[in-house]
């Protein structure tokens, strides 16, 4: 089944805490994404990787960072979580971003919530 | 950068009503996608639009691509209790994939 996992699903942890939300994906996709969503401010992209080993900054970077050693992964890091990184998290992964190579939707994976005292 | 007004923030709707949701943009837009996600739930992909004034249809759902590509629109006909959830337009900028805020969708039974 094609899909994209998260793990884990729900986190409560302290500020300063290193913590590592994972994401795979077994459709051999090319592009893949991190969002945050928050009430009232829609889904924000953190940061996205167009392969392997290229990655950029989304729209909100800050205090977060990730890695694309391999097709198939692409893990968040927190290095020093703070209360504002409270959020619900999602991963995404798609074909490719651009509309010649066809179609692009993004497949979500089903989120994972986290909580910074 | 280029950001996205999504139109309106929340809408209830009776039943068998009709419901749009608008997406509006200051630049052209090479393309958009839209999304649905249900209540605790994560989004999923509905369409994608690229050309100028492209309508496209999914039964009830009715997708349009402004003349200018500088907005699109979401038309569902006669709402059903499954058509709850959050519709997010998602155009894309360059390399990256811009979600609007969302239009929350509430059905009235």
């Known amino acids: 089944e094609a899909q994209v996992t998260q793990n884990p699903r729900y986190l409560i942890t302290v500020t300063g805490k290193k913590l590592t939300v994972t994401c795979s994906q077994n459709m051999n996709h090319e592009y893949m994404s991190w969002y945050r969503q928050d009430p009232g401010l829609g889904l924000r992209q953190i940061y996205y990787?167009?392969?392997?080993?290229?990655?950029d900054k989304g729209d909100v970077p800050e205090g977060y960072k990730v890695s694309r050693k391999e097709k198939r992964n692409f893990p968040l890091i927190l290095e020093s979580p703070s209360p504002n990184q409270t959020s619900l998290y999602f991963c995404?992964?798609?074909?490719?971003?651009?509309?010649?190579?066809?179609?692009?939707?993004?497949?979500f994976g089903p989120g994972t919530r986290l909580t910074v005292t | 950068g280029q950001q996205v007004m999504q139109i309106p923030q929340y809408q209830h709707v009776q039943e068998g009503e009709d419901f749009t949701t608008y997406c509006n943009s200051s630049?052209?837009?090479?393309?958009i996608q839209w999304y649905k996600q249900r209540p605790g739930g994560h989004p999923v992909f509905l369409i994608q639009l690229v050309k100028s004034g492209e309508v496209k249809k999914q039964k009830r759902l009715t997708f349009q691509f402004g003349e200018a590509k500088k907005n699109s629109s979401l038309h569902i006909t006669a709402t059903q209790t499954t058509d709850v959830g959050t519709y997010f337009c998602a155009p894309n900028r360059d390399d990256k994939i811009i979600f609007g805020k969302g239009t929350r969708l509430h059905i009235l039974p």
């Open positions: 990787s167009m392969n392997v080993e290229v990655t």
């Open positions: 630049t052209t837009l090479s393309n």
């Open positions: 995404a992964s798609s074909l490719s971003v651009w509309p010649g190579q066809g179609n692009y939707e993004q497949y």
